[in-house]
């Protein structure tokens, strides 16, 4: 546990320092931008997208996936042509079939993230169309996913 914290901390700080000294040259050939996720009961929203749902930067993306919810939640990116509603669903486990999915990018470790806690994930991802969505039984059903645009 204070392991996790630990981590959880570093990563933080490399984030912080990350995002303050990184220069503002776009043509950068090594990009990298961070993506704030807020997950709750039952929603997943990117709060720096605009409502128009803005495509990223290709390249390394931090991922600051915060719960302000009272339930755990699980954070999955998945890089496939459906659209974000349309996921295979396995009805027996009310979760979104794993298998079938496409090529998973990356989860937060766990599979899941407790209520008030934060997690940083950076995925280095090219242009394309991604789905966010949590696995944890019956979320993504009630709507715990996203369409995530890399350009
Ligand atoms: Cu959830």
Do not use: W
Request: net charge negative.
């Amino acid at each position: 546990m204070n392991r996790n914290i630990l981590i959880l901390s570093v990563l933080m700080c490399l984030a912080i320092v990350s995002s303050s000294c990184g220069g503002d040259d776009s043509s950068s050939a090594n990009n990298e931008s961070t993506a704030r996720v807020k997950l709750e009961e039952y929603s997943l929203s990117f709060l720096d997208r605009g409502s128009s749902n803005s495509p990223a930067k290709a390249g390394t993306i931090a991922f600051q996936v915060e719960n302000k919810g009272l339930l755990n939640h699980d954070f999955i990116v998945v890089k496939t042509n459906l659209t974000a509603d349309s996921l295979e669903v396995n009805s027996f486990e009310a979760k979104v079939n794993e298998q079938t999915v496409g090529e998973i990018l990356g989860r937060i470790p766990q599979e899941n993230l407790g209520p008030s806690s934060t997690y940083s994930l950076s995925l280095n991802m090219s242009p394309g169309k991604y789905v966010i969505f949590c696995n944890v039984a019956a979320h993504y059903q009630s709507g715990m996913y996203g369409q995530f645009y890399v350009e």
